[in-house]
């Protein structure tokens, strides 16, 4: 087993994060609206079922992105940009 680089670390780590936002991208029932001057951010219950159905869909993607980030550490970014 190889060791781990400091890319290594901070990738899989940042899996880990991108792995449990995508889950709870997936499973919320609220749409969060983020304040780019205040950086704040406001849960909006009544928001349209399209909206929520494109929320699903990035946490779908967060969670493979994630869970690739964590098995592969820093080598994900070989698989996913093979032409850098």
């Given at each position: 087993?190889?060791?781990?680089?400091?890319?290594?670390?901070?990738?899989?780590?940042?899996?880990?994060?991108?792995?449990?936002?995508?889950?709870?991208?997936?499973?919320?029932?609220?749409?969060?609206?983020?304040?780019?001057?205040?950086?704040?951010?406001?849960?909006?219950?009544?928001?349209?079922?399209k909206l929520r159905?494109?929320?699903?869909?990035?946490?779908?993607?967060?969670?493979?992105?994630?869970?690739?980030?964590?098995?592969?550490?820093?080598?994900?970014?070989?698989?996913?940009?093979?032409?850098?």
């Amino acid at each position: 087993m190889d060791e781990w680089s400091l890319l290594d670390w901070v990738t899989r780590m940042l899996g880990i994060l991108f792995f449990i936002r995508g889950i709870r991208y997936t499973r919320g029932t609220t749409v969060e609206y983020h304040n780019s001057y205040g950086g704040k951010s406001t849960a909006s219950a009544d928001s349209n079922p399209k909206l929520r159905n494109v929320v699903r869909v990035a946490g779908v993607a967060g969670i493979i992105l994630g869970l690739l980030m964590i098995i592969y550490g820093g080598g994900v970014l070989d698989i996913l940009f093979p032409f850098f």
